[in-house]
């Protein structure tokens, strides 16, 4: 059986199975034969952050995730501390300098709070590597093995956008809690009463916004590099306002457990999103991530209880007969969606949910996208006037716009 008909270790670990990731990501059916650079799935979102003790509380109470390992001085790591965090089928794993002169505190200096390492679990880093390096990428890391009591786990990196990089995992001889030099580790955060199990079950897709001029080379390097096909692309007034607009193209493995849009900005009258983003950040990143969830109505309502901000929506939105008229039936009342802000949208294959939260951090970059899949395997077409428009809005209340 292929690899990519089957659940990986972390969707197995989440009690999660295969019709449920078809709703929850738009799984596809794929046979990854002939794929000459395999992707299983994600395996971990790495961060670097300025405070990850602070940051690994934040994300438990927050977003509901749980700890199940960590590194630092206590084991022998002087450079930093790691929290690994779960929910469901993804790992975030969050990195704090300790050593001033760490990788990790010149990678925070320079972009802020960010995603360092978009890791992917692949069934051979050697092939994968080999192929990438044949096609022109950048090696960070050449394949190692890393070995303790639990097995061992064979890792190597390649460049991406930016700063941003994709370590390649092969755990399959592995059974410790992340990887060899962490322990595993519980915390003793206690959840709200009636808090759901879990905000989000797994990662839907990871945005990268790039340079103008440089979508099509990224496009380029996922299909060249890694075998990814082009899924969908966004451009002229797809995503445009009176002001501002950007271009966008997505590109996905063979079975769409992975995929990656990219943005980059294009010319208007006043600084797009994307621009906001570059000149905050320094330079090309990961500019959100969106979580996927079948209960969206309980993951806001959640999140919100615990402080976090999503962009609104005006009500504007839900009353236009037009989006009426577009959207039809939805599992849940337009009236229960405008309450909370969430954006609904349909295309030939069924429909989503969506809703946007504020920037992470102090600087205007990072953010989060909740999802919830009914069929629809596209990105909310036709909300990205309605979100462009939010975003614009907190673009001129920062300054920036």
Same mark, same amino acid.
């Given at each position: ?79 930093? *501390? =790691?929290? @690994?965090? #779960? +929910? &469901? ?6 990195? /704090?300098? !300790?050593?001033?002169? $760490? ?62 990089? *994709? =370590?390649? @995992?092969? #755990? +399959? &001889? ?6 060899? /030099?962490? !322990?595993?580790?519980? $915390? ?83 600084? $797009? ?129």
């Amino acid at each position: 059986m292929s690899i990519q008909d089957t659940l990986t270790d972390q969707e197995r670990l989440a009690e999660l199975d295969l019709p449920q990731l078809r709703k929850l990501v738009g799984l596809v059916e794929y046979d990854d034969n002939a794929d000459p650079f395999p992707v299983t799935g994600w395996d971990a979102i790495v961060w670097a952050v300025g405070n990850a003790s602070q940051a690994a509380h934040y994300y438990q109470s927050a977003y509901g995730m749980e700890l199940e390992a960590y590194s630092g001085p206590e084991t022998g790591n002087r450079d930093h *501390h =790691s929290y @690994v965090l #779960r +929910s &469901g089928a993804i790992r975030f794993v969050f990195n /704090g300098a !300790v050593d001033p002169a $760490s990788p990790v505190a010149d990678h925070q200096r320079a972009h802020g709070d960010g995603v360092t390492d978009i890791a992917l679990e692949v069934p051979d880093v050697d092939r994968c590597v080999a192929h990438a390096r044949a096609q022109g990428a950048r090696v960070l890391e050449e394949p190692h093995d890393v070995t303790d009591e639990h097995g061992t786990v064979r890792v190597a990196a390649i460049a991406a956008y930016g700063d941003t990089r *994709h =370590s390649l @995992v092969d #755990r +399959s &001889g592995y059974h410790g809690p992340y990887l060899p /030099g962490y !322990v595993a580790r519980t $915390s003793t955060h206690v959840r709200r009463p009636g808090a759901p199990k879990r905000v989000f079950q797994a990662l839907d897709h990871v945005v990268g916004n790039v340079e103008l001029g440089r979508m099509d080379e990224w496009v380029d390097f996922y299909n060249r590099i890694m075998g990814f096909t082009n899924m969908a692309e966004f451009i002229g007034d797809d995503i445009a306002t009176e002001y501002s607009a950007l271009m966008s193209k997505v590109v996905a493995n063979g079975n769409h457990r992975v995929k990656f849009p990219l943005n980059e900005p294009a010319p208007g009258k006043k600084k $797009s999103q994307i621009d906001e983003y570059l000149e905050f950040y320094g330079g090309a990143g990961a500019q959100h991530l969106a979580l996927a969830t079948n209960d969206i109505i309980a993951s806001v309502d959640a999140m919100r209880a615990e402080g976090v901000e999503f962009l609104d929506t005006p009500d504007s939105y839900y009353e236009d007969p037009a989006l009426r008229a577009r959207i039809g039936e939805v599992r849940v009342p337009i009236e229960e969606l405008q309450k909370r802000g969430i954006l609904v949208d349909r295309d030939e294959d069924g429909y989503l949910l969506q809703i946007f939260t504020k920037p992470l951090g102090d600087r205007p970059t990072l953010f989060f996208e909740m999802i919830e899949r009914h069929g629809s395997l596209g990105f909310g077409k036709g909300n990205f006037q309605a979100l462009f428009e939010a975003i614009e809005r907190e673009q001129e209340r920062r300054g920036n716009f």
